[in-house]
């Protein structure tokens, strides 16, 4: 019979910062919040697959805004005993809640926008009934934070 068990594959931590995108410091702040526990071989740290897939969680927690103290829950239900139900249910409880949170974050923010643009069209048109020549200085301002913003979007994908 064939031993189906995963091979104890480890990783480095220059590995797993690589694969991940994430800095060094960022695996040794997960392992001082004990999200993640490495093994050592002397000073150097070495990730199994566990390691390696609770760190795919805490990434993807983070990406849609959990708290860390919400992944480690999360984290702390693992058990192969029950399919990984139990973690599922807690996940999907978060998520859920997220869901909730983001939606009125998103809300709060298209209120921020609108009164934004709405003070912007105001003082736009003051401008160019009292000082015209100011407007192409105002409307120059706003190409930087929207070239920012691009770049931000473009080094994302």
């Known amino acids: 019979m064939p031993d189906l068990r995963r ?4 990783y480095t931590i220059r590995q797993l910062c690589i694969e991940f995108k ?4 960022a695996l040794r702040f997960y392992e001082d919040k ?3 526990s490495p093994a050592r071989e002397g000073l150097n740290r070495v990730y199994n697959y566990r390691d390696r897939a609770r760190l795919t969680l805490i ?3 983070k990406r849609v805004g959990l708290s860390l103290s919400d992944i480690r829950e999360i984290l702390e239900l693992y058990s192969p005993d029950d399919g990984g139900a139990a973690q599922a249910a807690k996940s999907l409880r978060k998520f859920r809640d997220q869901i909730v949170a983001l ?3 998103r809300e709060d923010i298209d209120h921020a926008l609108e009164s934004l643009r709405e003070g912007c069209a105001a003082m736009e048109a ?8 100011l407007l ?4 120059e301002a706003v190409e930087t934070p929207r070239q920012r913003l691009d770049a931000v979007h473009e080094f994302a994908k």
């Open 103 to 105: 939606e009125a974050k």
């Open 136 to 139: 192409p200085q105002a409307t």
């Open 59 to 61: 990434l993807q927690g």
């Open 126 to 133: 003051r401008l160019a009934q009292t000082r015209p020549d």
């Open 7 to 10: 091979p104890e594959r480890t």
């Open 34 to 36: 004990g999200l993640l």
């Open 22 to 25: 994430v800095t060094p410091r």
